[in-house]
């Protein structure tokens, strides 16, 4: 009986902890992992299953390993072409930007050149007459005081600066207005009038902005009447 058991734990029992403890191992990441086959009995027949589907998960772990090296690779090279792409989108926003800024800027900085060269023709007229022009010294100084300031919100990237409100008699606003587009007018063969309420309290805006503003609508008519015409500014 002894004999039996010794002959049994030798050719069953041994073996399957063997094969046990090798299944281990390759569960554990050892793939290269063969036992040795030296037997045609039914363990032996199990050793060559076992090293056939360590051999199979070892193929395949290996096919894995390729496909993710592939995955990475072309996950690499999109990531690449994203960036590349939102590179290029962010050059053509800064240039869109650009081109806003240019025209804004462009907008902007016309309207007090145009009251400048209004001024000069008008210093010019007035010079001409044998008078001082001291009002119109102080227009053209304020026009190019308004330049330096646009240009200092665009330097500040301030493309809409804060209203700067305060009290402001919009009588006397209207009266620079029309003196200032008076020549240009004339040359336009536009006759130009300004017709104020009686009582025209002071208001509280920026004097700045709706001088711009009014600049640039004088201008319009007159631009828009080629054969002449009348432009009349009017407070009711």
């Keep these: ?16 902890k063997k094969l046990a403890g090798a299944t281990k191992r390759l569960a554990a990441g050892e793939l290269d992992l063969r036992v040795p086959v030296t037997s045609r009995t039914e363990i032996g027949r199990l050793y060559e299953a076992f090293n056939q589907m ?8 290996t096919i894995l390993r390729r496909f993710n090296q ?5 996950v690499a090279e999109r990531s690449a ?10 050059r053509m926003e800064r240039l869109a930007t650009l081109g806003q800024v240019a025209t804004s800027v462009n907008h902007e900085i016309k309207t007090p050149l145009n009251a400048l060269a209004m001024n000069l023709q008008l210093l010019k007229k007035e010079l001409a007459n044998g008078r001082r022009g001291d009002e119109t010294f102080t227009l053209l100084e ?3 005081h308004r330049i330096s ?24 606003l209207v009266d620079g207005v029309v003196e200032m587009l008076e020549e240009k ?3 336009s063969r536009v006759r130009i009038s300004w017709q104020p ?5 002071e208001m509280v805006l920026d004097k700045n902005k709706m001088l711009q503003a009014l600049i640039n609508l004088g201008i319009n008519a007159i631009e828009a009447m080629p054969d002449g015409g009348e432009l009349v500014f009017a407070a009711t």
């Design 1 to 16: 009986l002894v004999q039996l058991y010794k002959l049994y734990s030798r050719n069953v029992v041994s073996p399957i």
């Design 54 to 61: 360590a051999t199979q998960i070892q193929a395949d772990e």
């Design 70 to 74: 592939e995955l990475e690779s072309k």
């Design 81 to 90: 072409e994203l960036q590349s792409a939102q590179n290029e989108l962010l």
């Design 142 to 144: 304020g026009e190019i």
């Design 149 to 172: 300031g646009i240009l200092d919100e665009f330097v500040n990237y301030a493309r809409f600066a804060p209203m700067k409100l305060g009290p402001t008699s919009l009588a006397s």
């Design 185 to 187: 007018a004339r040359q």
């Design 197 to 201: 309420a009686t009582a025209l309290p």
